[in-house]
């Protein structure tokens, strides 16, 4: 005890020079708009760089399990590829026909690869950070998927980061449909476990069943129709009693989320330009 207060004594002009600095520098980044700016501009970027290079780290030595996984995927894919192919080849005896409907589907959208270098799990509202910004081409509005299904909604962007708010926040709100049985509801989040999410207002009409698939609708102006969202769990009345609150198993894996794909659709964003002109066309004029 001797030792530390003959220390505090010997260097109290370096802690009180410390002190000092530090109050000058909250004094004039709190209260000047334009230091202030600078100061949390500065702030994101190397915040942005750590998460960076802590995701790179991350990202090394878990390379195996990803690998594992994508082999997985690819098989799997293949062989969906091959049944579908041979199924249009017995109805259309076109053995082009499933490569000309791919390369016209694939030619409205472009995706934007991009990393994951931060992401949160375990609030209300959580945030994915990824390595792309405006410079390549990322928008705010912009949907992201992964190769398991959808991820979220790009919410804010920089030069060259953007944020996203995925599936896990009570914000999200996405159109989703049970596959091939011609229903629509809401997906939401209310927090707890990352792999469970909900989907709101399935009418009471509606059959289907434990294990179907659920996929984006394709009526919002953020993703296109088919893309996988998860699977049926559970079934519930919904409050009112007037139509179905299913529970859905999430197929992405925010867990070990990585490597992602922003979607730039051309043609949604030709469809949003028309009905803003159409609803400008019709607003009442002046006189």
Not at 91 to 98: A, F, I
């Amino acid at each position: 005890m001797r030792n530390l207060l003959a220390f505090l004594a010997k260097y109290n002009h370096w802690f009180l020079f410390v002190l000092l600095e530090t109050l000058c520098a909250v004094m004039l980044f709190r209260y000047n708009s334009y230091q202030g700016s600078v100061f949390f501009s500065s702030a994101n970027v190397v915040a942005g760089k750590m998460y960076e290079i802590n995701s790179q780290v991350e990202t090394f030595f878990s390379l195996t399990k990803i690998n594992e996984q994508l082999t997985q995927r690819n098989l799997y894919l293949e062989r969906q590829v091959k049944l579908m192919s041979e199924k249009m080849l017995d109805l259309t005896r076109d053995s082009n026909y499933v490569k000309r409907s791919q390369l016209q589907l694939l030619s409205d959208y472009q995706l934007i690869p991009a990393k994951v270098i931060g992401i949160s799990l375990d609030r209300k509202d959580n945030f994915i950070t990824l390595d792309k910004g405006s410079e390549d081409g990322v928008r705010k509005d912009m949907g992201v998927a992964c190769g398991n299904g959808i991820v979220g909604i790009v919410y804010m962007v920089s030069a060259h980061y953007s944020v996203v708010i995925p599936l896990l926040s009570s914000h999200s709100n996405i159109s989703v449909a049970i596959d091939k049985r011609g229903y629509y509801g809401f997906l939401r989040w209310k927090g707890g476990r990352p792999d469970l999410a909900y989907v709101e207002d399935v009418p009471r009409h509606a059959r289907f069943r434990i294990g179907d698939r659920i996929v984006t609708s394709g009526y919002s102006t953020i993703f296109p129709a088919g893309i996988m969202v998860g699977k049926v769990l559970h079934v519930f009345n919904s409050a009112d009693g007037l139509s179905y609150r299913v529970q859905i198993a999430l197929s992405t894996d925010f867990g070990h989320l990585r490597d992602v794909c922003v979607i730039d659709n051309s043609v949604m964003k030709e469809r949003i330009d028309l009905m803003r002109a159409a609803e400008d066309s019709i607003k009442p004029k002046e006189h």
